[in-house]
């Protein structure tokens, strides 16, 4: 089963979120003090890492179909299809992620890749793996079936947060929103963290701009002054957007910001940069 590259979006139901991760995708079979790693083709990788097929040889609980990527830090589970018998493909991710905690004694580079229920916020990310590599979003109650079906999404951005809409930017007639300014509150004053452009996507504030029309005001509501030109209409800081981003500049700023959609679970003055984390 493979991910669906995916532009950063909110998504609704239940999904499991876990770090993107670079490396040799494999399938492990093992059994009885065994291992077997195949890659996406079916060829062996046994030669390839002697040393992660020794280890889940002496590590593994039992006879099992094991799915994961073997990185620079080791052997990343994150799928079990199959164990003891049980084919398990048909049985929901959630469930599937409970045998798979089992099915190995995890240590000596074999990691379990840890995932999380909630949308992904900036330094969320944590485990043996890259914090920036991206994430791949999974439909908890998803099987497990070969290809891309659109149960496993992945994201390039590694990082998102919501941040409050301060004001945009406009073409000269107007007629349409061309990028949000953002924010988000420190010592009690809105501070501002940039502009995310729709150049990607023009449509992307279509539907923003009754909303933004509604809101506007004549000074701004951010503490400090906004670099940057063009035509600029203030608005009341009563908006929250969901942005990813690959980065935090030296200024402070989100890097490569892109628009994933409004939160409505959230109001405004909860707004904080999220706190970095290993």
């Known amino acids: 089963m493979r991910p669906t590259p995916s532009e950063p979006r909110i998504l609704p139901g239940d999904w499991l ?36 097929a020794s280890a889940l040889a002496d590590l593994g609980r039992g006879d099992a179909i094991l799915d994961g990527v073997i990185t620079d ?3 990343e589970l994150f799928d079990c299809i199959y164990y003891e018998g049980a084919a398990l493909a048909s049985l929901p ?12 004694f995890y240590g000596n580079g074999v990691h379990l ?5 909630t949308t992904p916020a900036e330094g ?5 793996v890259p914090r920036r590599a991206g994430m791949v979003a999974k439909r908890a109650g998803g099987g497990y079936a070969a290809g891309r ?6 994201f390039a951005c590694a990082l998102a947060q919501e941040f409050v809409v301060g004001g945009y930017s406009h073409a000269p007639d107007q007629r349409g929103v061309t990028a949000l300014l953002i924010g988000y509150y420190a010592e009690g004053r809105l501070r501002y963290a940039g502009r995310v452009s729709a150049a990607a996507d ?3 504030f279509t539907a923003l701009v009754p909303t933004l029309a509604r809101l506007r005001r004549r000074t ?24 990813g981003f690959s980065d935090w500049t030296p200024a402070g700023l989100p890097k490569e910001p892109r628009f994933m959609g409004l939160r409505h679970d959230r109001e405004p003055d909860e707004v904080r940069r999220m706190a970095l984390r290993g």
């Not at 991710?93 to 190995?104: G, N, P, S, Y």
């Not at 969320?124 to 043996?128: A, C, D, E, I, V």
């Not at 079906?149 to 992945?154: C, E, F, I, K, M």
């Open 17 to 52: 979120w876990e770090p993107r991760l670079e490396g040799e995708r494999c399938l492990a079979w093992t059994s009885e003090g065994r291992a077997q790693l195949k890659d996406v083709r079916g060829a062996s990788l046994d030669g390839r890492f002697p040393g992660v």
């Open 73 to 75: 830090h080791g052997f």
């Open 93 to 104: 991710l959630i469930e599937r992620r409970a045998v798979l905690r089992d099915a190995v």
């Open 113 to 117: 890749v840890p995932f999380q229920t």
């Open 124 to 128: 969320q990310s944590r485990g043996s």
């Open 149 to 154: 079906r659109g149960d496993w999404l992945s």
């Open 202 to 204: 023009p449509s992307a």
């Open 220 to 243: 701004s509501p951010f503490g400090g002054a906004v670099p940057g030109g063009g035509q600029i209409q203030w608005v009341s800081p009563a908006l929250v957007a969901q942005v």
